[in-house]
């Protein structure tokens, strides 16, 4: 009877202890990400999780994840830990494979040149490595590459390829930018999508008031005006551009000089977001032909160049 009321307290403390480390929280004091390579057996993986001081016992690790069966059904990874974690919740992550998404931000505006760049971002297989013929086969896109991405935050995992990511984008906005083609207004001077793109791709970056700034440069391109559009000479002079438009970069020999060239410029110069492609492909009806910054994010719409001087000399000139 002594021995069996022995074996029965040895056997309750045991339970008690391993319920105790089962549970107990993991020692870190902010967020860790923990990565299972791919292959990783049980005992490396508590093996790891002991180096780090990340469990109270392998022992116990390894007691608990063969009781429930999941010793062979972890899954590789990387994984987000939390000082709320224990022996646990790890173990239901690594086998649900709970793994951690890091993030991949395309902005409107980007160029072609700023999203190959993000291939080096952490986590990313740059299976591009910033050549744009090696993109345009990986995609099939034939042309321009300018402006056909979809400018979102995109979620991957470590080990992701770069083209994967980019394919998501670029599918994203052919499948919701066509859709918005197809209700466009009517007798708009589109020869194709691309072009309305490329407008659109210039009223991203010329202000908030995107629908009346697509009437008012819709209206130019009806009488065969020059666009002159800031935005199309910061694009030509790329990396040359520090930060302050000049009059001798208004004469530059370049198709992207809307000063110097009639019509839209050869194709888009950045990402666009849904709301300048809509404005592109409904702009508000008006008489405007010229606007100009008041320096408070809007902008002074003229219907004559008289009007519009006038207004440059206030909001512009005098301003300084």
Known sequence: MFILRNTALIFSTLIT????????????????????KQGASLQEVTDELANKDLIVSNLFFKLNAKIHNIDQTIKAGE???????????????????????????????????????????????????????????????????????FPDTFYYHKGELFSSLLKRSFDKQQTNYLDLWDSRQKDLPYASFIEAITLASIIEKEGLEKKMIAGVFINRLRKNMKLQSDPTVIYALGSKFDGNIKRSHLRIDNPYNTYKYKGLPPGPIGLVSPSSIKASLNPKRSDYLYFVSMNNGFHKFSKTLEEHNQAVLKYQINAR
């Open 17 to 36: 202890l391993f319920l105790v480390v089962t549970n107990h929280k993991i020692s870190i004091q902010e967020d860790f990400i923990f990565e299972i």
């Open 79 to 149: 994984y987000l830990l939390s000082k709320s974690e224990s022996t646990f919740t790890l173990q239901r992550k690594f086998i649900k494979g709970d793994v951690f998404y890091r993030k991949l931000q395309l902005l409107e505006g980007m160029t072609i040149r700023d999203i190959l760049e993000l291939g080096k971002s952490e986590g990313i297989v740059d299976d591009i490595n910033g050549d744009l013929d090696t993109l345009k086969s990986k995609l099939n896109i034939k042309g321009q590459t300018e402006g056909l991405f």
